[in-house]
Antibody, heavy 119, light 107 residues
Framework: EVQLLESGGGLVQPGGSLRLSCAASGFTFSSYAMNWVRQAPGKGLEWVSGIIGSGGSTYYADSVRGRFTISRDNSKNTVYLQVNSLRAEDTAVYYC????????????WGQGTLVTVSS | DIQMTQSPSSVSASVGDRVTITCRASQGISSWLAWYQQKPGRAPELLIYAASSLQSGVPSRFSGSVSGTDFTLTISSLQAEDFATYYCQQANSFPLTFGGGTKVEIK
């Protein structure tokens, strides 16, 4: 059974940083691209970042490029999102999502971790 | 960036009704489109991928189709558990983008 478990969210002041983690199980982790998708309170879904199975290529939304960094450790079956220079508009539930093989469509999602940026 | 325009933003329907939701891409995306269902407080779930392929375990009352840059999600006979918000997502090019969502409510 595929499972994705996010952690690392919390309350942080504007300008602060966090590292989000997503621990995966139930599939060959290194064979699949992984993504982060966020949802601000009461709003729709926004793709944030993606990384291919080897970790060799990464992709970002314009709204986070230069502030967020996605990475993965295939030996630990974990994908990370380092979030820096946080702004109020980054407040959201952050979901980890596994991509289908050879496609950037998401067949499994974690339960999400809430990041709140407030002073 | 590819814009995904989803309509309607909300629809009121009764159990047994046929419901159609549309997503229009601002440029060609071939069949690189997925549909997701999200219930309150829950993560999204994949319904349809590659525009018309039914994800394993998803009831056959859900179907997807494409005509050019217009994509359609159809629920053939709405069930009580289908009241939720639905999103489309293009997977043709980065940045990946979602439609604004369609909330299916009980009439």
């Amino acid at each position: 059974e595929v499972q994705l478990l996010e952690s690392g969210g919390g309350l942080v002041q504007p300008g602060g940083s966090l590292r989000l983690s997503c621990a995966a199980s139930g599939f060959t982790f290194s064979s699949y691209a992984m993504n982060w998708v966020r949802q601000a309170p009461g709003k729709g879904l926004e793709w944030v970042s993606g990384i291919i199975g080897s970790g060799g290529s990464t992709y970002y939304a314009d709204s986070v490029r230069g502030r967020f960094t996605i990475s993965r450790d295939n030996s630990k079956n974990t994908v990370y999102l380092q979030v820096n220079s946080l702004r109020a508009e980054d407040t959201a539930v952050y979901y980890c999502a596994k991509a289908l093989s050879s496609s950037w469509q998401f067949d499994y999602w974690g339960q999400g971790t809430l990041v709140t940026v407030s002073s | 960036d590819i814009q995904m325009t989803q309509s309607p933003s909300s629809v009121s329907a009764s159990v047994g009704d046929r419901v159609t939701i549309t997503c229009r891409a601002s440029q060609g995306i071939s069949s690189w489109l997925a549909w997701y269902q999200q219930k309150p407080g829950r993560a999204p779930e994949l319904l349809i991928y590659a525009a018309s392929s039914l994800q394993s375990g998803v009831p056959s009352r859900f179907s997807g189709s494409v005509s050019g840059t217009d994509f359609t999600l159809t629920i053939s006979s709405l069930q009580a558990e289908d009241f939720a918000t639905y999103y489309c997502q293009q997977a043709n090019s980065f940045p990946l983008t979602f439609g604004g969502g369609t909330k299916v409510e009980i009439k």
